[in-house]
């Protein structure tokens, strides 16, 4: 049976990690099929990619550009691009897509520069486009619940809040040995394809995504210490952060970590209770009501009856992922992108989009600017 949409992907061949993970968490709702590509600027691993895929010969493409222009002309064209490859082509492959009139799913961080940001967003908007920036962890279950009992008032007025991402990873970075393996991947590590920043670009933007959208706070000024421990850029990184409403939070991203792997941990404390959310255990929800016992909500299980529970896609006990948190952005992309077709109204309230993407770069150069300045407070 056709499917509903057609997409494309450029980057993420079948020897990456993040396309692969796309794909996977596509194919869970089957309403949008992959047709063409761009997996790779190696031309063997785009032809691996395309044939282990099925894909029409004549719709594997050499350069993302062809790609944009060829599908645009078509009467079956795609309906939405997914950009996965390294942070430095993000800005001129979306900008080449939007231009062709093609909605867009990209990997954070959105790119290098806040002006470049903005104009992705402006042109979104001018074209009217679906633009979708895959933060992930909103993905889950637990964190729609976590946003809906916020927004239902169930830990009141929030006062506090205290966040990670700590990764042990590149712990050998501290103490480079003399022709060891590198750990840091090539892209990563230089400034030209990972621009400004590492660790907070790869993973504190992570944290800064995530708190906003469970809790729809926008940080006003942040002020910041990085560490770079002799490398190009950042491993390390402690972050005091100033929301639009006065209250403080306090972040914290670190590859360096010993004993930690994607140690996502974000903790909002209100005045009539407290919400943790732990991203290694994910069907888990930890609330306290204020002068009471913890209570662990469970995916699946008694007590969640916010609406953010029906994303729940396996029995109680059976754990859930990472795929199904990418599936579950996916199905709500997909979903707006059906309605909007049919020019019927939709929502892209659960979803990630390309205003956050834009936040997440301005949050980037604010936490350098205030490490290069002695932690001074830098507006947003
Ligand atoms: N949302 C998340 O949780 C998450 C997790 C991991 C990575 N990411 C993001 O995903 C992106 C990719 O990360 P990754 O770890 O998969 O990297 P990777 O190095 O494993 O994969 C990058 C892919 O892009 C391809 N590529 C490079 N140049 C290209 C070009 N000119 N045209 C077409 N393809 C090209 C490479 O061949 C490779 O297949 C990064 O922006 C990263 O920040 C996000």
């Known amino acids: 049976m056709a499917k509903e ?12 990690f993040i396309g692969e993970v796309h794909r996977k968490a596509i194919a869970f709702d089957p309403r949008a099929e992959l047709v063409c590509g761009c997996f790779s600027n190696i031309p063997s691993e785009n032809e691996d990619t395309a044939k282990a895929y099925g894909i029409d010969p004549g719709r594997m493409y050499a350069d993302y550009k062809e790609m944009a222009k060829a599908e645009a002309a078509r009467e079956d064209g795609i309906d939405f691009v997914s950009i996965c490859t390294p942070n ?39 074209k009217d486009l679906l633009f979708a920036v895959t933060y992930t962890y909103p993905g889950y279950t637990m964190s729609r619940v976590m946003k809906d009992m916020i927004a239902a008032g169930k830990i009141g007025k929030i006062a506090a809040v205290n966040a990670e991402y700590v990764q042990d990873w590149l712990i050998n970075e501290l103490e480079p040995q003399e022709g060891a393996k590198e750990n840091l991947s090539v892209w990563r590590k230089d400034p030209k394809f990972s621009g400004i920043s590492n660790c907070v670009g790869d993973i504190g933007t992570h ?13 006003k000024r942040l002020a910041a210490t990085t560490n770079k421990y002799g490398h190009a850029l950042d491993l390390n990184a402690n972050i005091l952060v100033e929301y639009d409403n006065g209250v403080n939070g306090a972040y914290w991203c670190s590859q360096i970590a010993a004993g930690h792997y994607n140690g996502l941990v974000v903790r909002v ?29 469970t995916r699946g299980g008694n007590g969640i009856d916010q609406p953010a529970g ?32 049919a020019g019927r109204p939709y929502d892209t309230s659960s979803i990630t989009m390309v205003d956050a993407g834009v936040d997440g770069v301005k949050f980037v150069h604010a936490v350098v600017e205030s490490a290069e300045k002695d932690s001074a407070w830098v507006e947003l």
Not at 95 to 106: D, H, Q, R, S
Not at 207 to 219: D, F, Q, R, S
Not at 273 to 287: K, M, S, T
């Open 5 to 16: 949409l057609r997409y494309g992907m450029v980057g993420g061949s079948v020897y990456a």
């Open 88 to 126: 430095f082509l993000h800005y001129e492959i979306a900008k080449e897509f939007l231009l062709a009139g093609i909605n867009v799913v990209c990997e954070k961080p959105l790119c290098f520069e806040v002006a470049q940001a903005e104009e992705l967003e402006a042109l979104a908007k001018e």
């Open 207 to 219: 944290i800064e995504a995530y708190v906003n959208y469970v809790t729809g706070l926008k940080i």
């Open 269 to 297: 404390f209100g005045d009539q209770g407290a919400l943790e959310w732990r991203q290694e255990q994910p069907d888990y929800l930890y609330y306290t009501p204020k002068g009471q016992a913890m209570q662990v909500l």
């Open 310 to 341: 029906g994303y729940s896609r396996l029995p109680v006990g059976h754990p859930e992922g990472l795929y199904v948190a990418f599936a579950n952005i996916y199905r709500d992309y997909v979903t707006a992108l059906i309605e909007k077709k």
